[in-house]
C-alpha cells in the first residue's frame, strides 16, 4: 500500500488478526524486533518467531523457525523486520506458503514498493513503515498512559 493507511484498515487488521510470523525477530530484548514480538505476544497474539541463526531457540513460547515455510499453521500476518533489499525474498515465501498470510506487515523504515505491488496484486494487505506496537497503542488508547497525544477521543487514562 503506497498511500498512508487508514486507522479503520490498521484497526481491523489488528483486531481480525491472531497470529504473527515475525520475520528477523531477535532473541536480544533490546533489538526493536525483540520487543515488538514479545508486546505482541502479551497481547494475545500467537507470534512465530522466523530467524535461521537462531533456529531451535524459544521465544515468546515458540520454537524459532528458519523459515517462513518452516511454519505449518496459518499466519494471520507476516511482520518484516529485514532490511529493504530483503523484502523481495520473503514476500516471495509468503506467497509460496500453503495458507497465505492476510497481510504482509513492513517495520518503520522498512518499504519495498514492488514486493508491495507483487503482494497486492496477489490479493495480501500490505502496510510499510509502520509498527504493529505503536500503531496497536495508539489505536487502542495505549500511548496515552504516556502522556503522547493520540488524537482519539477515549475515557480510557
Known amino acids: 500500500m503506497t498511500e498512508i493507511p487508514s486507522d479503520d484498515l490498521l484497526r481491523k487488521i489488528l483486531k481480525e488478526s491472531k ?3 515475525c520475520v528477523g525477530v531477535s532473541p536480544n530484548p533490546v533489538r526493536p524486533s525483540h520487543y515488538v514480538a514479545r508486546y505482541l505476544s502479551l497481547k494475545g497474539y500467537r507470534v512465530i518467531p522466523v530467524n ?3 533456529l531451535g531457540k524459544l521465544l515468546f513460547g ?3 523457525v528458519a523459515n517462513l ?3 505449518a499453521e496459518p499466519v494471520d500476518v507476516v511482520d518484516i ?3 529493504p533489499e530483503a523484502v523481495p525474498a520473503i514476500v516471495e515465501a509468503a506467497l509460496a506458503m500453503e495458507s497465505r498470510p492476510k497481510t504482509i506487515w ?3 523504515g522498512v518499504t519495498h514498493p514492488e514486493a508491495a505491488a507483487r ?3 496477489a490479493g495480501i494487505q500490505v502496510i510499510q513503515n509502520r ?3 505503536i500503531e496497536y497503542q495508539r489505536l487502542f488508547g495505549e500511548l496515552r498512559m504516556g502522556g503522547f497525544a493520540t488524537g482519539i477521543i477515549s475515557s480510557k487514562l
Open 106 to 108: 513492513m517495520q518503520i
Open 62 to 64: 515458540a520454537d524459532v
Open 81 to 83: 523486520f529485514r532490511r
Open 131 to 133: 509498527c504493529p506496537k
Open 119 to 121: 503482494a497486492e496484486a
Open 69 to 71: 515455510s518452516d511454519i
Open 19 to 21: 497470529s504473527f510470523a
Open 52 to 54: 535461521p541463526g537462531q
